[in-house]
């Protein structure tokens, strides 16, 4: 099914969809955009939020079940799981859930994803201007939504086309029928002219066999000397899914389930104090390993989904994609770092 | 899922951050991506800022001592008993029997508040916090030097440096995102000249390392200067239009030629004049330093000799110039600010000017004491000879904080009464006779000012947890109850009386505190605040420079102690780890104490990685792990100070800086011996 919503509508979209369903939505803030719940604040579809929305199927932290004791027997509970609509992701976003959905899709499968996951509806918006940073193109991952999802819109100047893919998806454009025009075959050429010039925009100089290759050839202990072991590339990253489990609280308390990063000695330290990946530059390898040798080998597919978000909060002066320390340098002054 | 714009809890870098915050609870944190500091960035800590914040160790109830046991009580209890027993102690023994420690975590309203009540509510000015153990040389010698004891510009303005000089900070570990604009600097082409004993990760990445005995540093900076002004490279105009004293201080430093510089300091004479050469020539020089710096018994003069350096060169007051003290926690320069300190009122004020004086006595409604109080360490020292009878410690655990810890549980016991407050049980929580639950940053609204002179907001993201509250509450309760008055309606309302009172902060207020904050001096309500401190004068019209000289450190290795013991901290936590031993990545990292020797000793001791040894000094001894490090030199250690199961301050001097009253925490002559296995 498709439709056309003109800009003007999509507060109003997003307030009849708020009435059925937290509604998870871009919004600008003083900070610069964010996912969060929608209660009306000023939608922001042009910058891409730093936090992935992958935080809300694979929270950064998140009580698996509170445990009670009571004369001597435990009782454990388990959390309500909110139901949401997150509006607004973007088509790498989307693919990362897609490689999310294989990776604890593996038997056995992961319930506590999967509870979040089945109560999630997902609105993509497919991406007419993509940031500086970003590289899907390359690594199939977007600018252009392939992965299933609920409802997709692109923008094409004064509104959104909009296309349902799934019932839920019908369902939400019923929903809000009042606010729709019909869409037109100019609409969709609109569409495809719109995406392949995002296609072009992108650095064609990026695809998965390319960073490949950048990492044969990295000096991984040069790089490690750079990086200052912040973890932020791995907490920014939607595909990366390394969690620790820990209980809080004697005698009552939760398990808990936090977001870990490899790029941290004590992940994989040992009990007796060896750790097969001892410099931050061998830990640092090992991060894209995981991405483009052991995530394919499992899924299929790259384990990365061009984004760029690592490139965005990187403190140091790594140029994250192809694993050079000069080449940042050099395009760090005019670099827009926002 | 809601998310909160804050500011970071730890170092003094101040990051912007989002508090995600979902059901009620925090359930992570992510960078700000329009904050001027944190631009989209944050250190490992600052990821995990808010894990800490829903612990079930958390403070939930005021306490009341009952012999050996805190029992859990009310807020009415818990005050009424306070206010009693400091009455009372007034009563008897005067209001110089009472004293106050302020918190470097705190925000700043409640640092005014606490000072506030220390002043007009208890009558003395004793009070003081932990910048009394980190940049009080700083705060003495800068403020001599330059007129203002603060950074003199942004940290941004780093990245346009062309040398840059780090003295005793490990910034890379400690003050991550500073050192990423160092870097940023360096691949501009910048030089890094990094000097510390220790080769830390930023020291590798310098062109130019030079390591010195530790508790030598006046005398190789006397030589850069010696030989920076031989070689003609002092900016002459600078020092004869903007400075006094050049002769003097020239005079002294010659007598340290690269030659005596080596004797000294150890560094080779070759590498002094490579650095001189290099900081001289730099058309934009700046100085970076740390605790490395400030931690000596001549923490002050070193200040000073690093200001020299910076004025003799004329680098202060331009972009990419300047003297960039480091500052430890997130808000040390805001409590500073607002005259937590025992001589100045807020914005720097001497409490000794009957001028002042009568300023704050209109406004708060009181007398003010006007002779100066006793700093943070000289009150421990009166409570154990028994002349300081009451204590209120506030975000403070000194037992694992103050060095010779056996001397401040000591002096802590003398005290008739001690009230603490704090978010977690620490090692002086303990020793309370009152405990008060406070909220964590995440949990009340406030302003932190960060290194760089930036004031920003801090917003309530939950709840603090059970009958936890926010200080400002209790201060003003505590306040009233002893007979002053404190009536605020919020924090913002606590800022406008700050703005009304402190003339560096005239021109702030909440309303204008947007996503990047203000730096000061803000004077006025159009002032766009400050980034660069001193471009066209100073405050006191011409900086001052000093002679300063060499004085050997009060210890040294000797036969029965021939090892170098110097403390410090890990990267991965934070003071006396209350907050970051609770975060389960960050504690996983570091998760034992330990201490550094150069695997060369080592080996000679038959000592491994992971071989348990005992690491004594003539003032107390711990057990830990041996860690082999190369960056540490031969015949030095280095031991972290979080560990409450090996507290290093249990080992640390006592002797203090003159000046600025902090202690001698870097050096300390200890032996090791490889305990049984």
């Keep these: ?338 | 899922m809601e998310k909160v714009i804050s500011t970071c809890i730890y170092c003094g870098c101040g990051c912007g951050l989002l508090l995600h915050v979902d059901g009620g609870r925090i359930v992570g944190a992510s960078p700000s991506l329009t904050h001027p500091m944190s631009r989209g960035s944050l250190c490992i800590k600052g990821w995990l800022a808010a894990d800490f914040v829903g612990h079930p160790d958390r403070l939930r109830s005021p306490l009341i001592r009952q012999g050996d046991l805190l029992i859990k009580s009310t807020w009415d209890e818990a005050l009424a008993l306070t206010a009693a027993s400091l009455r009372s102690i007034q009563k008897e023994f005067g209001p110089q029997a009472l004293g106050i420690l302020t918190s470097a975590k705190g925000t700043n309203e409640e640092n005014y508040l606490l000072m506030k009540m220390a002043r007009v509510a208890l009558g003395t000015n004793n009070v003081d916090h932990v910048a009394r153990l980190c940049h009080a040389p700083t705060v003495a010698a800068l403020g001599f030097a330059l007129g203002s004891g603060a950074m003199t510009g942004s940290i941004s303005s780093l990245q346009s440096s062309d040398a840059i000089l780090v003295v005793g900070s490990n910034t890379t570990e400690q003050h991550p995102l500073v050192a990423s604009y160092i870097l940023r600097a360096r691949s501009r082409g910048a030089k890094l000249i990094v000097v510390d004993p220790r080769k830390t990760r930023l020291a590798e990445l310098a062109d130019l390392w030079l390591s010195p005995r530790q508790g030598t540093d006046v005398a190789w900076i006397n030589c850069l200067l010696n030989i920076i002004v031989k070689q003609d490279l002092a900016d002459m105009q600078f020092i004869k239009e903007r400075t006094y004293g050049f002769v003097e201080t020239l005079h002294t430093a010659s007598a340290y030629t690269a030659e005596k510089a080596e004797e000294i300091s150890g560094i080779p004479a070759a590498d002094l004049v490579k650095a001189a050469s290099i900081f001289g020539l730099a058309g934009r020089g700046a100085i970076v330093y740390a605790m490395g710096v400030t931690q000596h018994f001549r923490g002050t003069d070193i200040v000073q000799a690093l200001a020299n350096l910076a004025l003799v060169t004329g680098n202060v007051g331009r972009v990419g110039t300047g003297v960039y003290p480091l500052r430890g926690h997130q808000n040390v320069q805001g409590a500073c600010d607002m005259g937590a300190l025992p001589n100045v009122l807020s914005g720097y004020q001497q409490v000794s000017s009957p001028q002042v004086r009568a300023k704050f006595a209109e406004a708060w409604g009181g007398q003010l004491p006007c002779e100066p109080g006793l700093t943070a360490l000289e009150m421990l020292w009166a409570a154990e000879s028994g002349s300081l009878k009451g204590l209120i410690i506030v975000g403070e655990n000194p037992v694992l904080s103050y060095p010779h810890t056996s001397r401040v549980q000591k002096a802590l016991n003398e005290l008739e009464f001690l009230a603490v407050c704090d978010i977690f049980p620490t090692e002086t929580t303990a020793l309370a006779d009152v405990v008060l639950p406070a909220a964590c940053f995440a949990e009340k609204n406030g302003t932190f000012t960060s290194t760089e002179r930036r004031v920003q907001r801090i917003r309530k993201a939950v709840d603090p947890p059970g009958e936890a509250r926010a200080e400002m509450e209790w201060i003003c309760d505590l306040t009233r109850r002893l007979g002053a008055i404190a009536e605020y309606s919020s924090p913002g309302d606590v800022m406008d009386e700050i703005a009304s009172l402190t003339p560096i902060y005239g021109g702030i207020s909440y309303e204008r505190l947007g996503p990047e904050g203000l730096q000061w001096p803000c004077p006025t309500k159009d002032h766009p605040g400050t980034g660069i401190l001193h471009a066209s004068s100073f405050p006191h019209g011409r900086a001052r420079l000093r002679p300063v000289l060499y004085l050997d450190p009060p210890e040294t290795p000797d036969a029965d102690y021939p090892f170098m013991l110097t403390t410090g901290r890990s990267m991965y936590h934070f003071h006396t780890g209350t907050m970051t031993r609770r975060t389960s990545l960050l504690d996983r990292e570091v998760p034992t104490p330990f201490v550094e020797i150069n695997p060369e000793d080592a080996r000679l001791m038959d000592i491994r990685d992971g071989t348990k040894v005992r690491v004594e000094t003539r003032r107390g001894s711990v057990s830990v792990e041996a860690r082999l490090a190369e960056g540490v030199s031969k015949g030095d250690l280095f031991l972290p100070f979080h560990f409450s199961e090996a507290p290093a301050n249990a080992l640390t001097a006592q002797c203090l800086d003159p000046v600025s009253k902090i202690a001698e925490l870097k050096v300390s002559a200890a032996r090791l011996k490889k305990e049984a296995p």
């Design chain 1, 1 to 338: 099914m498709k439709a056309f919503l003109p800009k003007d509508q999509l507060p109003l979209l997003l307030d009849a969809l708020g009435e059925r369903i937290e509604v998870i939505a871009p919004v600008s803030t003083d900070a610069g955009p964010a996912f969060v719940t929608w209660h009306g604040q000023p939608i922001d579809l042009k910058d891409k939020p730093l936090s992935p929305i992958t935080e809300f199927l694979l929270p950064h932290k998140e009580a698996l079940f509170t445990y009670i004791q009571e004369a001597g027997r435990y009782t454990f509970k388990e959390e309500e799981i909110p139901s949401r609509l997150l509006f607004g992701i973007r088509p790498c976003d989307l693919h990362a859930i897609a490689l999310l959905d294989r990776i604890f899709g593996r038997e056995p499968p992961d319930q506590a994803y999967f509870r979040r996951r089945r109560a999630t509806a997902l609105v993509v918006q497919n991406c007419t201007s993509p940031g500086k940073e970003c590289f899907c193109a390359g690594l199939e991952a977007g600018p252009e939504a392939k992965d299933p999802c609920d409802l997709q819109l692109t923008d094409i100047g004064d509104g959104f086309l909009c296309q349902a893919e799934t019932p839920a998806g019908i369902l939400i454009l019923n929903a809000s029928r009042a606010l729709l025009q019909p869409a037109l075959p100019g609409h969709l050429q609109e569409r495809t002219k719109l995406l392949q010039k995002a296609r072009r925009a992108m650095p064609q100089d990026r695809s998965c066999s390319q960073i490949r290759q950048a990492m044969e050839s990295a000096d991984w202990e040069a790089l490690g000397r750079e990086c200052i072991s912040c973890g932020g590339c791995s907490f920014v990253c939607p595909v990366c899914h390394c969690f620790n489990i820990l209980d809080l609280g004697v005698p009552d308390g939760q398990r808990l389930r936090c977001r870990d990063s490899c790029m941290f000695s004590g992940f994989s330290r040992l009990t007796g104090g060896a750790n097969p990946r001892r410099t931050q530059g061998q830990r640092l390898r090992h991060w894209y390993q995981e991405k483009f040798d052991v995530i394919p080998q499992i899924t299929g597919l790259p384990g990365c989904v061009g984004c760029g978000r690592c490139h965005l909060t990187c403190p140091a002066a790594i140029n994250r994609v192809d694993l050079s320390v000069a080449s940042r340098l050099m395009d760090d002054s005019s670099e827009a770092r926002r």
